[in-house]
């Protein structure tokens, strides 16, 4: 099974749309992460939830989990506010990494490797990557390579 066939619509954010709103899709859809396009919406970057919850949660308790234990419940529940505000692009990570991004004829391996090898939950299929912005026709995440490749009970 190539990319394009496993490739399905999948939703995409602006650098600049609001981080809640952003977090609020990723929790309405149950996706792992999102994608994130430019004005022409060629993908740029994937923010995956993980990144969301590095942003959310103070560095000096990432730094040393221990002092999670210290935050109550009341203050976990509003973990997120820090997302107020804030911009799809305040959470992508400072270093530029590239999209993870397959043509749609690459393989069910090619794209294992390619999320493993760049810790993504998601892959952006595009028809072609020849030139600086190819346009994306679909996403893989995961789940969908899981769900391809877990053998039958």
Known sequence: ??????????????????????????????????????????????????????????????????????YGEQQADRLCERLRGRKVRDLLPRESARIPMVKGDATVMEIAALSAAAHSPVVAVVESTAGPNPPMIGAITVVDLLERTLPHP
């Open 1 to 70: 099974m190539r990319a394009r066939e496993l490739a399905r619509e999948f939703p995409v954010i602006g650098p600049d749309d609001d981080a809640l709103d952003a977090a609020r899709l990723m929790v309405e859809r149950r996706l792992p992460g999102l994608i994130v396009v430019d004005e022409a919406r060629h993908p740029v970057a994937v923010l995956p939830g993980s990144q969301i919850l590095r942003f959310a949660v103070p560095q000096y308790v990432q730094d040393d989990p221990a002092l999670a234990h210290v």
